[in-house]
């Protein structure tokens, strides 16, 4: 994929989680500038990455897939800062945004860094042994597809338990919401590349785009768990925040009609990760 290519779905990656994030703690935490830019920059720089250590297809299927990889790789990045690097007042939170064990933030920095430094590693351990998988199992069958590119799913799951449980208490369809969603794009995104670590990734990133556009927008009076139950400290922004609704819109628009188009181009052809075609292997190619 051209550089210029993948920067500009990188912006529209970090745009449409940017809008989101205001959408939905602004009321609480007001409007920060370095916030709302600080996600564009991640995106255009992990599509840069992406688009130059991975192969990529070509055209609308190219590119839906490097939105949902750019989008995984984002929200990894900006989860692992908050959750085990970012010293922050938990006060103001239902929920802890730092590493809590039963509910409780872990209060050392250095336990927080190096618990932050295993996880770091171990999420491109998973996309690396799910790589392996597709590449040494390349005839495997659209179950296995669908489960390996699913983990990214079965990731957020546990560790939004890990987070949410001690003090909401266990929600079984929550629990296996991501992993369901994500299994469902796993089957799709297959279509268009055998790389199993791009399904992965892919599915995981467009599986929290589409799970946190349901959950902000069809409620959006409704604070979320990190905030239930605490005052709203700046109402002018439960009215500001419509103002990039559009941008929002325009963005989730355009990535499902290009998820559509390239579905629909893909009609009548094999999960391509269910035939005999190794990731970087031209098919036919000895």
Same mark, same amino acid.
């Given at each position: 994929?051209?550089?210029?290519?993948?920067?500009?779905?990188?912006?529209?990656?970090?745009?449409?989680?940017?809008?989101? =994030?205001?959408? %939905?703690?602004? @009321?609480?935490?007001?409007?920060?500038?370095?916030?709302?830019?600080?996600?564009?920059?991640? =995106?255009?720089? $992990?599509?840069?990455?992406?688009?130059?250590?991975?192969?990529? @297809?070509?055209?609308?299927?190219?590119?839906?897939?490097?939105?949902?990889?750019?989008?995984?790789?984002?929200?990894? &990045?900006?989860?692992?800062?908050?959750?085990?690097?970012?010293?922050?007042?938990?006060?103001?939170?239902?929920?802890?945004?730092?590493?809590?064990? *039963?509910?409780?933030?872990? *209060?050392?920095?250095?336990?927080?860094?190096?618990?932050?430094?295993?996880?770091?590693?171990?999420?491109?351990?998973?996309?690396?042994?799910?790589?392996?998988?597709?590449?040494?199992?390349?005839?495997?069958?659209?179950?296995?597809?669908? &489960?390996?590119?699913?983990?990214?799913?079965?990731?957020? $799951?546990? =560790?939004?338990?890990?987070?949410?449980?001690?003090?909401? /208490?266990?929600?079984?369809? %929550?629990?296996?919401?991501?992993?369901?969603?994500?299994?469902?794009?796993?089957?799709?995104?297959?279509?268009?590349?055998?790389?199993?670590?791009?399904?992965? &990734?892919?599915?995981?990133?467009?599986?929290?785009?589409?799970?946190?556009?349901?959950?902000?927008?069809? *409620? @959006?009076?409704?604070?979320?768990? %990190?905030?239930? =139950? %605490?005052?709203?400290?700046?109402?002018?922004?439960?009215?500001?925040?419509?103002?990039?609704?559009?941008?929002?819109? $325009?963005?989730?628009?355009?990535?499902?009609?290009?998820? &559509?188009?390239?579905?629909? $181009?893909?009609? /009548?052809?094999?999960?391509?990760?269910?035939?005999?075609?190794?990731?970087?292997?031209?098919?036919?190619?000895?």
């Amino acid at each position: 994929m051209h550089a210029a290519a993948a920067a500009a779905v990188g912006l529209g990656v970090g745009l449409h989680a940017a809008t989101w =994030g205001v959408f %939905k703690d602004s @009321p609480h935490e007001g409007f920060h500038w370095p916030r709302f830019v600080r996600s564009p920059v991640i =995106g255009v720089l $992990a599509a840069l990455t992406l688009g130059a250590l991975l192969p990529w @297809p070509g055209g609308v299927a190219g590119a839906v897939l490097m939105f949902g990889a750019a989008y995984a790789v984002e929200r990894f &990045l900006v989860e692992t800062w908050k959750t085990f690097f970012r010293a922050e007042d938990q006060a103001k939170y239902t929920i802890p945004m730092r590493l809590a064990v *039963r509910g409780t933030p872990v *209060r050392s920095a250095v336990v927080r860094a190096t618990l932050g430094v295993l996880y770091f590693a171990g999420g491109f351990g998973v996309l690396a042994a799910v790589r392996w998988i597709g590449h040494d199992v390349p005839e495997a069958g659209w179950l296995l597809v669908a &489960l390996a590119g699913s983990a990214g799913g079965w990731i957020s $799951a546990f =560790g939004g338990a890990w987070k949410d449980a001690p003090i909401e /208490g266990f929600e079984t369809f %929550k629990f296996f919401r991501s992993p369901g969603v994500a299994f469902t794009y796993a089957l799709m995104l297959s279509r268009f590349t055998p790389d199993l670590g791009i399904v992965m &990734l892919a599915s995981t990133g467009l599986t929290i785009a589409s799970l946190e556009t349901w959950k902000k927008f069809s *409620r @959006p009076n409704e604070p979320g768990g %990190k905030f239930a =139950g %605490k005052p709203i400290r700046f109402p002018l922004m439960l009215q500001h925040r419509y103002r990039l609704v559009p941008l929002y819109a $325009a963005i989730t628009g355009v990535v499902a009609m290009a998820l &559509l188009t390239a579905v629909y $181009a893909s009609r /009548g052809s094999a999960c391509a990760g269910c035939v005999a075609v190794r990731p970087g292997v031209t098919a036919g190619a000895p």
